[in-house]
């Protein structure tokens, strides 16, 4: 499923507008991008959280080379699924 079918989907359940849909989902999107940049934690109960994480740098090797590189430190992006949403996809 691509935005557009999200948005297709969410407007046939709500029977709004696929525009105010799509504005809808495009605010929310922005909301949570916002906030997971600022460091905060954003938690749907039911369905999971969004989050930031921190990768160490790490040692790597280039593939088509084998030399060594140095990986830099990264900030991540993580999900992490809520129990309910859980068990609708496992089936219990």
């Known amino acids: ?14 029977g709004e ?3 105010s849909t ?3 989902i495009d605010a929310i999107l922005e909301t949570v991008t916002a906030a997971v940049t600022r460091g905060d934690t954003v938690q749907l109960i039911g369905f999971g959280s969004f989050s930031t994480g921190a990768r160490a740098e790490r040692a790597g090797r280039n593939p088509s080379t084998g030399e060594t590189i ?9 999900f992490t699924a809520g129990k309910a949403f859980k068990d609708i996809v496992n089936g219990t």
Do not use: E
């Open 70 to 78: 140095t990986i830099p430190a990264a900030t991540t992006v993580k």
């Open 17 to 19: 507008s696929k525009a």
């Open 22 to 24: 799509g504005a809808a």
């Open 1 to 14: 499923m691509n935005k557009q079918d999200l948005i297709d989907a969410v407007a046939a359940a709500t």
